[in-house]
């Protein structure tokens, strides 16, 4: 199974030095030129995250879709909006945002959606990474990285966390 991912899964995955987990829980992992440029813009400040990014393109570990530049998204982002076209006009049925509205959307075209701490506990539960740094990199996300989730989401999230 495959999945197109956007811009900020990729960057805090590798802020949080876990990029390469998508590759051991996805058999593809894609994402847009449009994504591309936006992430590796961060080369131009020296973001480390950037560079991660970058080495994974260049490694073959991501790969990258076009996608049909379309208006029927014209309310998301260039990034969310390729990510949602290249995952519906290449079959992929998963994408990967953090964009509530984005989210919407994907699911309105009946495709699978995740984000990034649903990526985290997909790791947990598929045991390549053990609960201990589920939460570490977890509270990391949020502390760190101001990563916005509801507090009823984060309730829930770590009560799954705590079966696995």
């Not at 899964?9 to 996805?26: A, C, H, R, V, Y």
């Not at 480390?48 to 990014?53: F, G, H, I, M, N």
């Not at 995952?87 to 994907?106: F, P």
């Not at 053990?130 to 990391?140: G, H, N, P, S, Y």
Request: glycine share 4%; no cysteine.
């Amino acid at each position: 199974m495959g999945i197109v991912v956007n811009a900020s899964p990729l960057i805090f995955l590798s802020k949080l030095n876990k990029l390469d987990i998508l590759g051991e829980l996805f058999e593809d992992v894609f994402t847009t030129d449009e994504v591309a440029v936006e992430v590796l813009a961060g080369l131009e400040y020296g973001y480390s995250d950037a560079l991660v990014v970058k080495k994974s393109i260049e490694e073959k570990r991501i790969l990258l879709l076009k996608s049909t530049k379309s208006s029927r998204f014209e309310n998301l982002g260039a990034g969310e909006r390729s990510v949602i076209e290249a995952a519906l006009e290449h079959k992929v049925g998963r994408v990967l945002l953090d964009d509530l509205t984005a989210i919407k959307v994907a699911r309105y075209f009946g495709l699978n959606v995740s984000s990034t701490p649903f990526v985290l506990l997909l790791a947990l539960k598929n045991k390549k990474i053990e609960k201990q740094e589920f939460v570490r990199l977890f509270d990391k996300l949020i502390t760190d990285f101001n990563y916005r989730i509801s507090p009823v989401l984060y309730k829930e999230i770590m009560q799954f966390a705590e079966k696995e």
